[in-house]
Structures are given as C-alpha cells and as structure tokens.
C-alpha cells in the first residue's frame, strides 16, 4: 500500500495505442518493462497525460490489470471523474488488481476553500482505506490550492499519503509544507511534476522525487540519487545534459506526442500514436527532436 515514504521517481506512465487508435496491450508489457530497467521506483497510469480521459471505462479496468500484472512496482491509477460514483467504481477495481494507491485532482467547479476542503473530505470519505494521492496541478484544472488548504487536507484526511506538486510557480509551497511538517504537522509524501522541468530544485526545497512522464525517466532517477548523496553539482550536471531537449517536450498541447514518439523510438511503445483529439510530430518536428537528442547524447559521454 502507498504511504507517506514513497520516494523515487513515479514515472507517469503513457497509454499505448495502435495506429488505428485501439489499445496496445502488448505496448503495455514493453512500457511497464522499459521503466522498470530504467529504475523507476513506482508507476502512475490513467494520468492526464496518460490520456486517461479518452478512455472507456473497460478499457481503463484493462490498463490496470495490464500494468499491475506486469510489475511488482507499486503502482498508482489516476480516478478523477465528474462523480463520485464513477471515482469509487474504478479505485475499488484497481486496488483489487493490486494497485497500492490512488490519485485525485480537484474538479474544475471548485473555487473557494471551503468547496476544496469539502471535496478531499468526502473523497477521502468514499475512499475508505485506500491511500490517496493529491494532485495540485492548478494550470490544468484551474484550481488553485493553498498551502494553508493542503494542511488542512492532511490533517482531516488521513489517507492522504502523497503530494503530486505541479504547481507553477510553486517551489515555495514545497518549502512551506516542509517547514510546516517540521514544526509537527503530518509529513506526506511529496514527488513533483511539470515534465521535470524544475527537479534539481524541488528536490533542494524537500521534495522526496518526481512524479512525471518526461521521455528518459532516468535523467530523473539519476538527479535524485545523486541529490540523495549529497551532490547537487553532479545532479544539475545530469539535469543540464537533458534540458534542451526537456523544453522541447514541455510544449503545450504537442508534449505528449514528443514523448510518445522518443518512447517509440527507444522501443518502450511500438507506436507514436496519440488518441484523438491529439495530434501526432510531422516531419519537421520529428527532425527538431533528433538534433536535440543527438546532441544530448554528446552532452552525456562527456559526464
């Protein structure tokens, strides 16, 4: 089961699909192994940008028992839903697949404190003992969560185990939260998002690892260890060798295409494809992409 030490990197994990759009289970076998060789900690499937929205119901009971049959990893399943109903429904399967947690993002309908309060109460509630994961990524629902409302959170909620931090700007709320868990609030854990575009300092303000999909899932494990022994020069230096090509895969609604064709290509997915709605790189991104990566594999031999 998911609990405050969780740590590492939680790769979130992208749904393969055929060229025709259906599910690629097979994909799913050779993405659970690619991440695992390339030592992530955990797994986050049904994410935002695992496309989870664009799924059936069945099809998502389907990613979950793929995923979690393929790894003994802990993994977490996103259940967001409009309802209650339709959340309950599917954490109740995937924790009966094995899935050791679950995570949650507000509902775009929420705008005062006490709504936010109101609804992690009662998903925690509706929950029962299934650990939960608190999903703060205000650019994407447009719910903005304080850190006075987040304690508040984990105080009355106390299956609320994890912190995914996508915040921006949002490296002093980490700090906050560390200071207050400190002073003798509840400490959760916090792994951050934001395609790791900020992860040499969130670890420095407190955060336990990432949370994120970016396409070399080991620029992440890389920056954490070396963060975890104490050498913040080597952890920028890793950092540093993959920005260029971090930036390029950050790009608002084109990212996810930039990942799935670099995961393609290094043979964790057998296709590129996005989902409709969703586009695909065309010619002259495909060759944008290469150039950034070859010349972050020049950058890597000299590390």
Same mark, same amino acid.
């Given at each position: 089961?998911?609990?405050?030490?969780?740590?590492?990197?939680?790769?979130?994990?992208?749904?393969?699909?055929?060229?025709?759009?259906?599910?690629?289970?097979?994909?799913?076998?050779?993405?659970?192994?690619?991440?695992?060789?390339? +030592?992530?900690?955990?797994?986050?499937?049904?994410?935002?940008?695992?496309?989870?929205?664009?799924?059936?119901?069945?099809?998502?009971?389907?990613?979950?028992?793929?995923?979690?049959?393929?790894?003994?990893?802990?993994?977490?399943?996103?259940?967001?839903?409009?309802?209650?109903?339709?959340?309950?429904?599917?954490a109740n399967?995937?924790?009966?697949?094995?899935?050791?947690?679950?995570?949650?993002?507000?509902?775009?309908?929420?705008?005062?404190?006490?709504?936010?309060?109101?609804?992690? +109460?009662?998903?925690?509630?509706?929950?029962? +003992?299934?650990p939960f994961v608190l999903q703060d990524f205000p650019l994407v629902t447009g719910v903005q969560i304080s850190t006075k409302v987040i304690l508040q959170i984990i105080e009355d909620c106390p299956t609320c185990v994890m912190l995914k931090h996508e915040d921006w700007p949002g490296l002093d709320k980490i700090s906050m939260l560390r200071a207050a868990s400190d002073a003798g609030a509840r400490r959760i854990s916090i792994l951050t998002g934001n395609g790791g575009l900020f992860l040499p300092e969130e670890m420095g303000r407190g955060a336990d690892g990432a949370m994120t999909g970016f396409?070399?899932?080991?620029?992440?494990?890389?920056?954490?260890?070396?963060?975890?022994?104490?050498?913040?020069?080597?952890? +920028?230096?890793?950092?540093?060798?993959y920005l260029p090509y971090a930036r390029y895969e950050s790009q608002p609604g084109l990212g996810l295409a930039v990942r799935k064709h670099v995961l393609a290509g290094r043979g964790a997915i057998a296709h590129s494809t996005v989902r409709a709605p969703g586009g695909n790189l065309n010619p002259a991104g495909k060759a944008e992409v290469a150039a950034l990566l070859a010349r972050q594999s020049a950058r890597l031999a000299t590390l």
């Open positions: 089961m998911l609990d405050e030490t969780a740590a590492g990197v939680f790769t979130i994990a992208v749904t393969p699909f055929l060229p025709d759009g259906a599910l690629d289970l097979d994909s799913i076998d050779t993405m659970v192994d690619f991440y695992v060789s390339h +030592r992530c900690t955990g797994l986050t499937i049904l994410g935002m940008m695992g496309e989870a929205g664009k799924l059936s119901a069945d099809e998502s009971e389907a990613v979950v028992r793929r995923v979690v049959a393929r790894t003994d990893l802990p993994v977490v399943v996103g259940v967001s839903a409009p309802g209650f109903a339709a959340m309950t429904a599917l399967t995937a924790m009966d697949a094995g899935a050791a947690g679950v995570m949650v993002a507000p509902p775009g309908n929420l705008r005062t404190d006490e709504q936010i309060l109101g609804y992690y +109460r009662t998903t925690a509630q509706m929950l029962g +003992r299934i396409g070399f899932p080991e620029m992440m494990a890389d920056v954490v260890a070396a963060h975890a022994a104490g050498d913040m020069d080597r952890a +920028r230096d890793i950092f540093d060798a």
